[in-house]
T-cell receptor
Framework: DTGVSQDPRHKITKRGQNVTFRCDPI?????LYWYRQTLGQGPEFLTY????????KSRLLSDRFSAERPKGSFSTLEIQRTEQGDSAMYLC?????????????FGNGTRLTVT | GNSVTQMEGPVTLSEEAFLTINCTYT??????LFWYVQYPGEGLQLLLK?????DKGSNKGFEATYRKETTSFHLEKGSVQVSDSAVYFC???????????FGKGTKLTVNP
């Protein structure tokens, strides 16, 4: 169990640029989640995959955001035409069951700064 | 909608002091309740949970009881250690939902 890994750890980009983050979940976990955390706030749910299917998306996930999980393994989160309001920590988590039954394992996150 | 309210931090205690971090919730259904903890330099991890009213979750000396009548899930520990210094998040998940709703977090610092 190597844990959930996220890449990169930090990303600084200029407003209007596109960015992509990667998450590698724990290998036997079929569920993968993306959360966003801003300073002084708790994580906020963005989207969730079960295997390769994206089953739920938050209203926070505007049209500029897209997430994929090809083949049900790693996932990518892309933000197009970044805005300063996108600056946040983006957290990935994985589990093998619903939150009621199985703990979420979080990565250390990707910190995005939009200048 | 569902929400979680935690006591404001930061909280600073001396080693062996008693800890309480208050958490109250608003939910439309019958949620499960959780405490997640984030140690410095690490990702969030589950500390304890309770899935129905009057359940008590416990782990590493921490306890929290699901109180439906007061919609609360307060975290307690009788004697904190320096190694308990971390940020603690209260969270809920509605029955059947994959989504966790988190509070803002409470930073705890324990001094020797």
């Amino acid at each position: 169990d190597t844990g959930v890994s996220q890449d990169p750890r930090h990303k600084i980009t200029k407003r209007g640029q596109n960015v992509t983050f990667r998450c590698d979940p724990i290998s036997e976990h079929n569920r993968l989640y993306w959360y966003r955390q801003t300073l002084g706030q708790g994580p906020e749910f963005l989207t969730y995959f079960q295997n390769e299917a994206q089953l739920e998306k938050s209203r926070l996930l505007s049209d500029r955001f897209s997430a994929e999980r090809p083949k049900g393994s790693f996932s990518t989160l892309e933000i197009q035409r970044t805005e300063q309001g996108d600056s946040a920590m983006y957290l990935c988590a994985s589990s093998y069951g619903t939150p009621h039954l199985s703990p979420l394992h979080f990565g250390n996150g990707t910190r995005l700064t939009v200048t | 909608g569902n929400s979680v309210t935690q006591m404001e931090g930061p909280v600073t205690l001396s080693e062996e002091a008693f800890l309480t971090i208050n958490c109250t919730y608003t939910a439309t259904g019958y949620p499960s309740l959780f405490w997640y903890v984030q140690y410095p330099g690490e990702g969030l991890q589950l500390l304890l949970k309770a899935t129905k009213a009057d359940d008590k979750g416990s782990n590493k000396g921490f306890e929290a009881t699901y109180r439906k009548e007061t919609t609360s899930f307060h975290l307690e520990k009788g004697s904190v250690q320096v190694s308990d210094s971390a940020v603690y998040f209260c969270a809920l998940s509605d029955d059947g939902s994959e989504k966790l709703v988190f509070g803002k977090g409470t930073k705890l610092t324990v001094n020797p």
